[in-house]
């Protein structure tokens, strides 16, 4: 929700913010390389996961990613 709250505002580069960057491994658009970007814009990056899949891998089967983003707010909250 801060990325939302912040993304737009003048003079807000960087987020001191924990940020992981999800895509689809065959996603020609936004794979891993462009989600890498990401990094630039927090203090915090945790890094790119994949998941099989292109653009809207997450409407096959959303638990793994449902999983990954859980474990991370554990790790960044406990």
Do not use: I, K, N, Q
Request: aromatic residues 10%; proline residues 8%; charged residues 25%.
């Amino acid at each position: 929700l801060e990325v939302a709250e912040r993304w737009l505002r003048p003079g807000v580069e960087v987020l001191p913010v924990p940020v992981t960057a999800f895509c689809g491994s065959a996603d020609a658009v936004a794979g891993a390389a462009a989600m890498r970007w990401w990094a630039r814009h927090t203090t915090r990056f945790l890094g790119v996961r994949e998941f099989p899949g292109r653009h809207f891998y997450l409407r096959d089967d959303p638990a793994p990613v449902v999983a990954a983003a859980v474990a991370d707010v554990r790790l960044v909250v406990e």
